[in-house]
Nanobody
Framework: QVQLVESGGGLVQAGGSLRLSCAASGRTFSSYAMGWFRQAPGKDRDFVARISRSGGSTYYANSVKGRFTISRDNAKNTVYLLMNSLKPEDTAVYYC??????????????WGQGTQVTVSS
């Protein structure tokens, strides 16, 4: 089992940047595919980005492609989401997710508690 703790959220102006971090517990972090989802008020939780266990494969939602970058440091048990050119529509609670699989599923088994990102216009 893995526990996930997100950090790095906050308030930023449109066009700005933020980097989210997700620290995972345990000594088997490299056996987990990781990803990020987000949930805006009144909306469903949506997929944002995922990364394979080795970090060699990444995939993004069309809405963030070219602006967001997911990465991981297996030595630090941490996955990151660098968010550039932020837009007000990126405002949401961002959740880190994990599966002990090669690639993250659409319904990950493990979730963090979420971190709020607010983009002002």
């Amino acid at each position: 089992q893995v526990q996930l703790v997100e950090s790095g959220g906050g308030l930023v102006q449109a066009g700005g940047s933020l980097r989210l971090s997700c620290a995972a517990s345990g000594r088997t972090f490299s056996s987990y595919a990781m990803g990020w989802f987000r949930q805006a008020p009144g909306k469903d939780r949506d997929f944002v980005a995922r990364i394979s266990r080795s970090g060699g494969s990444t995939y993004y939602a069309n809405s963030v492609k070219g602006r967001f970058t997911i990465s991981r440091d297996n030595a630090k048990n941490t996955v990151y989401l660098l968010m550039n050119s932020l837009k007000p529509e990126d405002t949401a609670v961002y959740y880190c997710a994990a599966d002990q699989m090669v690639l993250l599923s659409n319904t990950p088994k493990y979730w963090g508690q979420g971190t709020q990102v607010t983009v002002s216009s």
